[in-house]
């Protein structure tokens, strides 16, 4: 039975090039456009299992009658699993098929939502349960561990996504087409919050849980259909070799005595960039979450929004946060070269700006709620585009194509390190200093992690210059 699990997730075995050349450009033209999309939507369906808590804290927090710590602490167990998860199913997507370690990650992350829904109908509140424990005390427990569960599955859905941009799209044209992808990420979590806002006041807040879920299991089998592993797993060259580009050294040499783990040594745990991009990655996910967490929470207490809308202008925030993705990619790519960190550090001192922009609009008068919707777009504008370079493009291009898969992974940890940071940080910071207190944590972050991509920045241009005179 065990072997029977493993031969289902296996990487497929590479095939020889049997066609011909024009049969080759077709096969190419039809599966890298069916590899793509089918990618991202697989990518905006996982977020509707993910951000779905953000619309429902409100409501979860005065139905079980938790604290803004609470809401936090259950939060913070996703982020937790999710960043070990997304270096170790790094590793294992590395070497594992595309078509069935995807699906069965999203189908397994419905259950978990429905687990942790329904568990809030088995324990209620208000009463004394096992060994004298409250129940609520249980109940965060129980609802906490099926978020982790959530969180670890939830973490399968990157890598393989990393894997396949890498080997279905050469380097001349990854940049432009992963900044498309990662629109996902915004319009994922678009489709999150506006679908948790509208069943949430329809049918209640468990409902934001049960319907994803039932969307992720369809999606999950039709993502079995549409996906395939690498290029070479069904008779294609090799991206590099198709495109006419220049294979990287690394690549081209096919190191048959050096293991995986070597690989992974040379080109992520003593890889300096690497690094320096790992650490700024927990800043950028501590603003990430923060906004994209706590935004609707901040809204109605603060602002006194109704939930509509303030889901609308989360909404906002993803929406047009997928348009600073794209030109993040696109300015790094033509006006700056495939120089990303200057793009980061301009990124992210607008970041500062939005941030404050946004806590200072006053309230009251139809033109300050019109600039809540513009200030929050900026915000999810500016984070976006970092958060898609740093962790995401960057990494892989400091890395192997190799070990693509398990670099995302490991700048995963660092980012969501963050996140839990982010998540019971700001609860934490709410309960002792107010939501002022929580706009300056988000603000010191965004602050802290310029600082890093500044000394980024000089690092690159410092060996460059050293690799000019060397040659």
């Not at 409100?58 to 999710?82: C, K, Q, R």
């Not at 098929?97 to 990650?105: D, G, I, S, Y």
């Not at 040379?266 to 990655?281: D, F, K, R, T």
Request: proline share 4%; aromatic share 14%.
């Amino acid at each position: 039975m065990f072997g029977k699990i493993l031969d289902f997730f296996k990487e497929p075995p590479s095939k020889p090039v049997t066609m011909n050349e024009e049969e080759v450009k077709k096969t190419y033209s039809h599966f890298r456009w069916r590899i793509f999309y089918s990618s991202f939507i697989a990518y905006v369906v996982f977020h509707i299992c993910r951000k779905n808590i953000a619309v429902a804290l409100p409501a979860m927090g005065a139905d079980l009658h938790l604290s803004n710590t609470e809401l936090g602490i259950l939060g913070s167990t996703l982020y937790v699993t999710y960043g070990i998860g997304k270096f170790i199913n790094g590793v294992l997507a590395d070497k594992s098929n595309v078509r069935t370690f995807l699906p069965t990650a999203l189908i397994l992350s419905a259950i978990c939502n429905i687990c942790f829904a329904t568990s809030a109908i088995f324990i209620t509140p208000g009463h004394v349960s096992f060994f004298g424990l409250p129940s609520a005390t249980i109940l965060l427990w129980v609802m906490a561990f099926f978020w982790g569960a959530n969180g670890w599955f939830q973490s399968c859905g990157f890598p393989p996504v990393a894997k396949s941009l890498s080997y279905w799209f050469s380097k001349s044209e990854r940049g432009t087409k992963w900044s498309i992808w990662s629109t996902s990420h915004q319009i994922g979590v678009f489709a999150a919050v506006a679908l948790s806002g509208l069943v949430i006041d329809k049918f209640g807040w468990q409902a934001a849980f049960y319907i994803p879920a039932v969307i992720c299991v369809i999606t999950g089998l039709w993502l079995f259909d549409r996906l395939r592993d690498k290029p070479q797993s069904i008779g294609l060259p090799d991206i590099e070799k198709y495109n006419n580009e220049p294979v990287v050294e690394e690549e081209q040499d096919e190191k048959s005595d050096v293991s995986y783990f070597q690989i992974i040594k040379e080109n992520i745990l003593c890889n300096p960039v690497i690094w320096m991009l790992a650490i700024s990655y927990i800043f950028v996910y501590i603003i990430r979450f923060g906004t994209e967490d706590w935004l609707v929470k901040y809204l109605v207490e603060v602002k006194n929004n109704t939930l509509p809308i303030a889901s609308a202008k989360l909404s906002s925030l993803a929406l047009i946060g997928s348009v600073g993705a794209i030109m993040a990619g696109v300015i790094s790519d033509k006006l700056c070269k495939g120089n990303r960190t200057p793009v980061n550090i301009a990124f992210l001192l607008l970041l500062i700006l939005s941030l404050y922009l946004f806590a200072t609009n006053p309230t009251g008068k139809p033109i300050y709620e019109a600039l809540d919707y513009v200030y929050a777009a900026m915000i999810g504008m500016f984070t976006a585009g970092p958060q898609m370079l740093i962790g995401g493009l960057c990494a892989v291009e400091s890395s192997s194509k190799k070990v693509a898969s398990a670099t995302i992974g490991f700048t995963g940890i660092f980012g969501y390190v963050g996140a839990a940071l982010s998540s019971g940080g700001t609860g934490f910071v709410v309960d002792k200093f107010g939501w002022n207190g929580a706009i300056a944590f988000w603000m010191i972050s965004t602050a802290i992690c310029v600082v890093i991509c500044t000394i980024l920045m000089f690092y690159e241009r410092a060996r460059k210059k050293k690799q000019t005179q060397q040659a």
